[in-house]
């Protein structure tokens, strides 16, 4: 499948498997291309396969989350 192609499933994969709306699935796969997670895909076609796909519809999903599940820094001025 083409990079185009490959984007689109990996989005579609987690609206079917995380149950988001479309809109919070493309943000999703948007930021992860923005932060360079796609671009060896862009290079190599060949890691573009249905298999891959759903690694890293998992892969950007969990690293979505613990980015959004963070727990507040402390200031260490503070104390």
């Known amino acids: ?12 994969l987690i609206t ?3 149950e988001l709306d479309d809109a919070a699935a493309i943000k ?4 992860a291309q923005a932060a360079d997670f796609f ?3 862009d290079d190599e076609p060949a890691m573009c396969t249905q ?7 998992k892969a950007v999903y969990t690293r ?7 727990p507040a820094r402390r200031n260490p001025a503070k104390r």
């Open 1 to 12: 499948m083409t990079y185009e192609e490959y984007l689109d499933e990996v989005t579609t």
């Open 16 to 18: 079917e498997m995380y």
């Open 28 to 31: 999703m796969v948007m930021d």
């Open 39 to 41: 671009s060896k895909h």
């Open 51 to 57: 298999q891959r796909a759903l690694q890293d519809a």
């Open 64 to 70: 979505q989350n613990a980015r959004q599940n963070k």
